[in-house]
């Protein structure tokens, strides 16, 4: 049966699977005769690579160092396809995942860091539905702006429709012109050339630690509750935590945000601008967040980005 050539039609199908399981890659050793459950084999000048089982590696002593998880394309590619693995190995890529690509004669095949898995099953599951993240560039603000208008048309809190333009548009206009804008941390959500979802941290403070403030959010009303908003916030503590951030702060749902691993200020030592903003304000700790130590006031009070200060 010939497979299918066309790269739209691949990526809406390719319905990527993760395989159970850790796997590794390892040298065979030479004249010895091949043997166990090796999944894949390349034989090059130097000698005989093979994939297989972490554990099947460990039972039969071989030597690794990367460890990955395995996530197959189920869709039925043709050999001569143009354009999938470049696809798919770009969106991994912007995200700061790598991957190595094993194309069998029906499936491509990603051999992803076992650590980035989850991660990488949602920006592959994105791209299925033609989204992909990236950093917003300077050309795209008119564009996050109208998006940002579209999605706080409806006032998140109150549920009612709001008069003009909502202070979120101007408060991003400002967040893009202030000293704490941090370009690589204002990521849109890409669809079919549009954007359709936006996020944005800026430099703020606890105490004297830098700190992040994340918001505003928004996300395409007619295209909510599809993952682009969990996938920004997941791709911001990514970033946050790969530039050696302490932490992210915001101020928002107590049912939407902790399922990213955000939790109540005042639980880590950083207490909220506002008092009265009480559990709704919560911060996301990362690896370069030091301890709260035993003081009342923990860290310190958090502080947003200046044009949050004029709201
Ligand atoms: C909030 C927002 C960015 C979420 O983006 P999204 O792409 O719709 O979210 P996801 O698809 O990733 O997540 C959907 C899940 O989150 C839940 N969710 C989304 N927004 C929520 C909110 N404000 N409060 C509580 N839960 C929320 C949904 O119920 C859904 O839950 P389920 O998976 O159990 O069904 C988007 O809805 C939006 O732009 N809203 C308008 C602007 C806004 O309110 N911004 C945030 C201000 S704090």
């Not at 890659?25 to 972490?54: D, Q």
């Not at 430099?203 to 599809?226: A, C, K, T, Y």
Request: hydrophobic residues 45%; contains cysteine; negative net charge.
């Amino acid at each position: 049966m010939a497979g299918e050539t066309d790269l739209a039609a691949l990526l809406e199908s390719m319905h990527p699977v993760l395989r159970e399981g850790e796997y590794v890659y390892a040298l065979w050793p030479h004249g010895r005769p091949l043997e166990g459950g090796v999944e894949a084999a390349v034989r090059e000048a130097e000698g005989l690579t093979v994939v297989l089982h972490r554990d099947e590696a460990d039972r039969l002593g071989l030597e690794y160092d990367f460890v990955a998880a395995w996530i197959t394309l189920q869709v039925h590619s043709a050999l001569e396809a143009v354009g999938l693995t470049a696809a798919v190995s770009s969106a991994l890529g912007a995200a700061g995942i790598s991957c190595n690509v094993l194309a069998g004669f029906h499936h491509d095949h990603l051999l992803v860091p076992v650590a980035d898995s989850a991660h990488a099953m949602e920006i592959l599951t994105l791209l299925q539905r033609g989204v992909v993240l990236r950093s917003g560039m300077r050309a795209d603000r008119e564009a996050i702006l109208a998006l940002t208008a579209a999605a706080f048309s409806i006032n998140p809190v109150t549920g009612l429709p709001v008069d003009g333009e909502p202070g979120e548009v101007g408060l991003l206009k400002e967040l893009f012109e202030c000293e704490g804008y941090l370009p690589g941390l204002s990521i849109v959500a890409e669809l079919g050339g549009e954007i359709v979802g936006h996020v944005i941290s800026t430099r703020g403070f606890v105490g004297d630690l830098p700190f992040l403030g994340l918001g505003p959010i928004s996300v395409e009303p007619h295209l909510q509750r599809r993952g682009i908003g969990s996938a920004l916030l997941r791709e911001t503590a990514r970033r946050a935590a790969a530039s050696g951030e302490a932490g992210i702060a915001l101020l928002g749902s107590t049912d939407y945000y902790p399922r990213f691993g955000y939790v109540p200020g005042t639980t880590v030592g950083v207490q909220p601008p506002e008092p009265a903003w009480g559990a709704h304000f919560q911060v996301l700790p990362l690896p370069g967040m030091p301890d709260a130590g035993t003081s009342d006031g923990g860290l310190g009070t958090f502080r947003y980005a200046e044009p949050f200060q004029r709201l």
